[in-house]
T-cell receptor, first 115, second 115 residues
Framework: KAGVTQTPRYLIKTRGQQVTLSCSPI?????VSWYQQTPGQGLQFLFE???????NKGNFPGRFSGRQFSNSRSEMNVSTLELGDSALYLC??????????????FGPGTRLTVL | AQSVTQLDSHVSVSEGTPVLLRCNYS??????LFWYVQHPNKGLQLLLK??????LVKGINGFEAEFKKSETSFHLTKPSAHMSDAAEYFC?????????????FGGGTRLMVKP
């Protein structure tokens, strides 16, 4: 079974631009979560989607948004980029029930650099 | 609310000696607890998980952790360190209420293994 894939792997943007990151979960997984990893703040939960609905949301500004498609693929969007948005963005999927008992499988991440 | 504290940001051991990475958690509910490992430039990999079954949990690569409710701890141990164990380790808590996935990560412990 293929793992979680994220595209692109690396991205460079300038302040004020917007960016869209993509995540394809493991086949059959319906829950997709997004996390931001920075040296200063560590790993922080952004949001989770399950069956095309946002089920949980972390404490991030409205510039961060996401969606999930009927095939469970997910995208996250960051508008009006700020320097502090430079981070590794990780996507994770979990198996069909999507409950907290289940392991989350992480993708390799997208490294976003904002100049 | 839930939180995780990893008591050491860096741990250095010699190859062949025991490893102890300490983690304390706080959760309003009965938690699910995980340890993940992140090797440089790689995604997160699950080492082991506790979901209210046995309190001593065995994971991959010889790691194990013991859930101690009275001490709110979930320390990770390994009897004998290997050079390949050098990585960053994250203790993670998840709400155990089937309301979805929202992992809360500790700050991480960087494990260094000396020859």
């Amino acid at each position: 079974k293929a793992g979680v894939t994220q595209t692109p792997r690396y991205l460079i943007k300038t302040r004020g631009q917007q960016v869209t990151l993509s995540c394809s979960p493991i086949s059959g997984h319906r829950s997709v979560s997004w996390y931001q990893q920075t040296p200063g703040q560590g790993l922080q939960f952004l949001f989770e989607y399950f069956s095309e609905t946002q089920r949980n949301k972390g404490n991030f500004p409205g510039r961060f948004s996401g969606r999930q498609f009927s095939n469970s693929r997910s995208e996250m969007n960051v508008s009006t980029l700020e320097l502090g948005d430079s981070a590794l963005y990780l996507c994770a999927s979990s198996s069909p029930g999507g409950s907290s008992y289940n392991e989350q499988f992480f993708g390799p991440g997208t490294r976003l650099t904002v100049l | 609310a839930q939180s995780v504290t990893q008591l050491d940001s860096h741990v250095s051991v010699s190859e062949g000696t025991p490893v102890l990475l300490r983690c304390n958690y706080s959760s309003s509910y009965s938690p699910s607890l995980f340890w993940y490992v992140q090797h440089p430039n790689k995604g997160l990999q699950l080492l082991l998980k506790y979901t209210s079954a046995a309190t001593l949990v065995k994971g991959i690569n010889g790691f194990e952790a013991e859930f101690k409710k009275s001490e709110t701890s979930f320390h990770l141990t390994k009897p004998s360190a290997h050079m390949s164990d050098a990585a960053e380790y994250f203790c993670v808590v998840s709400l155990n209420n089937n309301a979805g996935n929202m992992l809360t990560f500790g700050g991480g412990t960087r494990l260094m293994v000396k020859p």
